[in-house]
């Protein structure tokens, strides 16, 4: 945590229908479930410095999901007609789960696109024929999202740990030259504004021959830093009026994810990428249980969806 940044005030963000000034909190409504995002466990091959998420080589909280855990859902999609475009993987590391070369291949046959949220590492590496398979059967179909999260080696390691630039950078140069729809992560923790952030970007790119326009927010995604013991506003509905926003953009009125906790029998639907831990952010077993609204009653609804306006999808 920043020493200089107020720490959260402990009223806040305990009642789900009303902030800490009486006010009535704002909710969203999920008006399309344009994208559904797979958990598939939050073990990971690296411990970063700020992990949304908290994965680790120990943190198993979250189990490795199934093709046949996936596949019910994707029936679900496809039975109840509700018009999902996009199928995201995150993790943990993604492909550090045994089967998702399946279910990847299970989500674009069916017509699906698919994102996969990787660090390119190692276990990456090991999946690089079924990888290829994909990409000559469904081409720009599947886009494979990369975390780099500065455009210089010393703040990428200072968040990933020593050794991990180069082994990353190379991860997303074979995706590229193997003719990947490529897509980069960054963090913003650096302070720099974000027209300095996307220039470094853009030279990293034209010096290794990665055909990503870093000046686009899609192709280069640059997600706010999050801490949930710096004090953030609470969002009111009378904020949508103030900020000029309307509900309707943030994260959770487009997507849920799926995740499977440990030692749990089935899996289960959860508001958003963010939130995996937090039990009123656990809204059912299926997708139709998971179809009403979410209160925005947790800090990074503020800081990360609200007054960040990020999202983990790609539109």
């Given at each position: 945590?920043?020493?200089?940044?107020?720490?959260?005030?402990?009223?806040?963000?305990?009642?789900?229908?009303?902030?800490?000034?009486?006010?009535?909190?704002?909710?969203?409504?999920?008006?399309?479930?344009?994208?559904?995002?797979?958990?598939?466990?939050?073990?990971?091959?690296?411990?970063?410095?700020?992990?949304?998420?908290?994965?680790?080589?120990?943190?198993?909280?979250?189990?490795?999901?199934?093709?046949?855990?996936?596949?019910?859902?994707?029936?679900?999609?496809?039975?109840?007609?509700?018009?999902?475009?996009?199928?995201?993987?995150?993790?943990?590391?993604?492909?550090?789960?045994?089967?998702?070369?399946?279910?990847?291949?299970?989500?674009?046959?069916?017509?699906?696109?698919?994102?996969?949220?990787?660090?390119?590492?190692?276990?990456?590496?090991?999946?690089?024929?079924?990888?290829?398979?994909?990409?000559?059967?469904?081409?720009?179909?599947?886009?494979?999202?990369?975390?780099?999260?500065?455009?210089?080696?010393?703040?990428?390691?200072?968040?990933?740990?020593?050794?991990?630039?180069?082994?990353?950078?190379?991860?997303?140069?074979?995706?590229?030259?193997?003719?990947?729809?490529?897509?980069?992560?960054?963090?913003?923790?650096?302070?720099?504004?974000?027209?300095?952030?996307?220039?470094?970007?853009?030279?990293?790119?034209?010096?290794?021959?990665?055909?990503?326009?870093?000046?686009?927010?899609?192709?280069?995604?640059?997600?706010?830093?999050?801490?949930?013991?710096?004090?953030?506003?609470?969002?009111?509905?009378?904020?949508?009026?103030?900020?000029?926003?309307?509900?309707?953009?943030?994260?959770?009125?487009?997507?849920?994810?799926?995740i499977k906790r440990k030692a749990q029998a089935h899996p289960a639907v959860v508001a958003c990428t963010l939130l995996p831990y937090d039990a009123q952010f656990e809204l059912g077993r299926t997708l139709a249980d998971a179809s009403g609204?979410?209160?925005?009653?947790?800090?990074?609804?503020?800081?990360?969806?609200?007054?960040?306006?990020?999202?983990?999808?790609?539109?």
């Open positions: 945590m920043n020493a200089l940044a107020p720490r959260l005030d402990p009223a806040k963000f305990r009642d789900p229908w009303t902030t800490a000034k009486g006010e009535q909190r704002a909710e969203v409504a999920l008006q399309s479930l344009d994208t559904l995002w797979f958990n598939t466990g939050t073990l990971c091959n690296l411990t970063c410095r700020n992990c949304y998420i908290e994965s680790s080589p120990r943190n198993d909280r979250l189990a490795y999901l199934t093709a046949a855990e996936v596949a019910e859902y994707l029936d679900e999609i496809q039975r109840d007609n509700l018009g999902t475009r996009l199928i995201g993987f995150t993790g943990g590391e993604p492909f550090m789960n045994p089967e998702l070369p399946a279910m990847l291949a299970d989500v674009l046959e069916r017509g699906f696109e698919a994102m996969v949220l990787t660090n390119a590492m190692k276990p990456m590496h090991k999946m690089k024929p079924a990888l290829l398979a994909l990409r000559a059967r469904h081409g720009e179909r599947l886009t494979i999202r990369v975390s780099l999260d500065h455009y210089g080696m010393a703040l990428h390691e200072a968040e990933r740990g020593a050794r991990t630039w180069q082994p990353t950078l190379d991860g997303l140069v074979w995706l590229a030259r193997n003719g990947f729809a490529v897509h980069v992560a960054g963090r913003r923790f650096s302070g720099e504004p974000e027209d300095a952030l996307r220039d470094g970007y853009a030279r990293l790119f034209a010096d290794n021959g990665v055909p990503i326009d870093a000046h686009d927010p899609v192709t280069l995604v640059l997600f706010p830093e999050m801490d949930a013991t710096v004090d953030v506003p609470e969002i009111t509905v009378a904020c949508w009026g103030i900020l000029n926003k309307s509900p309707d953009s943030v994260m959770c009125a487009s997507s849920r994810m799926v609204a979410v209160r925005l009653n947790h800090p990074h609804c503020a800081k990360f969806c609200v007054l960040g306006g990020a999202a983990c999808s790609r539109s």
